[in-house]
């Protein structure tokens, strides 16, 4: 990436601009310890210094998560809230029927719970709400349908997964962050690139040159034209 210290003064003043034009007086989002959602932190605390608000939120999470946001947080001085979903998942888990052992129907409450936690506190500061998602993971459809993609911003969804990386260090985000394998956290051990079935290095070439093996680029396409519906407002019957 050219001139990564430009860019991120660009997006800085791009968040603001989107927040005072919505009446709106600061930003709030989730802290994962993830890289995505640090480099949203360190920008938008940039934007707004008093009025940026992390929320980490455990949900049968790994412990090691928790301590990575709040690492992120400290490194920032950042101010955060914690809200333990994990009690409101397990009470709305046992009020639906069955689902079996469809794994991800399950995990995916989790990223949407998030979502109306991160909404409440947006209304209740008169915030905005910003995503973590980025350009790799929404060309597959990595992200969970009105979960982590549930926002009122996209800062980064215009960079690959190795420029968030870039940002990351322009930004002092804390090298346990920058260099630990990326992970939703949606079950124990689970792995972004073990779930895709392929690394970011691969589909950030791909979506950055267009080249990739035959079968790595018939996957990476296929799951784009099948997530297509994931990047759009729900289509509206025309009468």
């Known amino acids: 990436m050219e001139n990564v210290e430009k860019i991120c003064d660009e997006i800085v003043k791009w968040i603001k601009e989107r927040v005072e034009e919505s009446g709106s007086k600061g930003v709030v989002f989730g802290l994962s310890g993830g890289i995505d959602s640090a480099v949203v932190a360190g ?3 940039r934007a707004f210094p008093e009025d ?14 928790e301590k990575h946001g709040i690492l992120v947080a400290e490194s920032l001085s950042l101010k955060t809230i914690k809200v333990d979903l994990t009690d409101t998942y397990d009470v709305f888990m046992k009020t639906l029927i069955d689902s079996g052992e469809n794994k991800l129907a399950k995990a995916n409450v989790k990223p949407r719970l998030r979502m109306t936690t991160l909404y ?12 973590p998602s980025n350009k790799s993971e929404l060309t597959v459809g990595y992200f969970t ?37 990326p992970t939703a956290g949606l079950w124990e051990d689970q792995t972004d690139e073990r ?7 691969v589909l950030d070439n791909y979506i950055k040159t267009g ?3 035959d079968e790595l680029k018939e996957k990476i396409e296929r799951l784009n ?11 509206i019957f025309k009468f």
């Open 43 to 45: 920008l938008s605390k």
């Open 195 to 201: 779930e895709m079935g392929f690394g970011y290095d």
């Open 120 to 131: 409440y506190f947006a209304q209740l500061n008169n915030y905005l709400v910003v995503g």
């Open 145 to 181: 349908k009105h979960g982590d993609s549930g926002v009122d911003i996209l800062p980064i969804a215009s960079f690959v997964k190795s420029e968030v990386r870039e940002m990351a260090k322009f930004l002092n985000i804390p090298e346990i962050i920058i260099t630990k394998a």
């Open 52 to 65: 940026s608000l992390g929320i980490i939120m455990p949900c049968h999470s790994n412990p090691i998560d």
């Open 211 to 213: 080249r990739a093996e």
């Open 225 to 235: 034209k099948r997530s297509e519906h994931k990047r759009k407002y729900p289509p």
